[in-house]
C-alpha cells in the first residue's frame, strides 16, 4: 500500500447476495477456526474439507435468505454425528455468528440471517438435548425480539401463527389432521 492511501472502510450491506453471503461465511469461520472453543472441533470434524463446507454453508445460507433453493442436505443429520458438543458450544456459535452478521450487514439484512440461525439452533439444541431441555432465555428473547422487528407486531398483539413452544413445552397430543375413526 502507499504511505498515503487510504484503506476503503468496510461498509455493512443493505442487502444479502451471494458474493456478501460468501464473505460472511468466509469471515465467520475464520472465526470460529480461530476460536479456543469452537476451533478444536471444526479442525477435527473438517479436516481437509473446509473448502468443501465453506461451500456448503454459502449455498445453505444462499438458499435461506436469498431463496436460491440450491441448498441438499439435512441439518440435523449432518450435525448428529457430533457427540460431544454441549450447550456451552451452541452459545458461543450463535454469539460469534452473530456478531459476524451485525458487523457485515445493516440491522434490516442482518435479520434475515438472525432468526433462522436461532432457529435452526433451537431445532438442534432440542434435538441434542431432548425435547424437554430448556433453551436459554437469552436466546428466546433475542429471538423474539427479531420476530417483532421484522413483523412489526408488538408483544401484546395477537398471532395467527403457532404456539411458541421453544421452553420445552410439550405438543398437544391430538395432531392436526389426524382423526379418530369413532367422530
Known sequence: MEPNAQATPFVPATEPDETNIRQLVDAFYRRVDDDSLLGPIFARELAGRWDAHLAKMTTFWSSLVLGTKAYRGNVQEA??????????????WLTLFLDTVSTRYEPAAAVQFMEPALRIAQSLQLSKFGWDYAIPGAQVDLLASLKRLRTG???????????DRSRGEPFPAKLSGVESEES
Open 79 to 92: 450435525h448428529r454425528p457430533l457427540g460431544d458438543i454441549e450447550p456451552q458450544h451452541f452459545a458461543r
Open 153 to 163: 407486531r408488538s408483544e401484546n398483539e395477537s398471532s395467527a401463527e403457532l404456539p
